[in-house]
Nanobody, 128 residues
Framework: QVQLVESGGGSVQAGGSLTLSCAAS????????MGWFRQAPGKEREGVAS?????????YADSVKGRFTISQDNANTTVMYLQMNNLKPEDTAMYYC????????????????????WGQGTQVTVSS
């Protein structure tokens, strides 16, 4: 079972920036796609961004395009980041790191169904 640990959450004012990190360990050779999801109180979990491991192609939800950037460490593709700029109050949520054994393609790029491993989450709070 892949283990995922997120870090980097916190509280910022609107317009500010945060960088989330996710470190994967155990059985990481099977990871094909990694992603970030978020869940706000009373709302369903939604896909934010995903990246095919080692391939570099990435995908974003429309709500974060141009503001968020997903990346992996060049030397260690089991470490993933989410650079979040120009944060808005509606970005407030618990953010989860996810990893899965299938490449993200087509309609699955932001689907939670293809990710079998999840972190515990890190809270991001954006105040107006």
């Amino acid at each position: 079972q892949v283990q995922l640990v997120e870090s980097g959450g916190g509280s910022v004012q609107a317009g500010g920036s945060l960088t989330l990190s996710c470190a994967a360990s155990a059985l990481t050779s099977g990871i094909k796609c990694m992603g970030w999801f978020r869940q706000a109180p009373g709302k369903e979990r939604e896909g934010v961004a995903s990246i095919n491991s080692g391939a570099g192609n990435s995908f974003y939800a429309d709500s974060v395009k141009g503001r968020f950037t997903i990346s992996q460490d060049n030397a260690n593709t089991t470490v993933m980041y989410l650079q979040m700029n120009n944060l808005k109050p509606e970005d407030t949520a618990m953010y989860y790191c996810a990893a899965g054994p299938f490449y993200c393609v087509g309609r699955s790029v932001l689907s939670s169904a293809i990710f079998g491993n999840w972190g515990q989450g890190t809270q991001v709070t954006v105040s107006s």
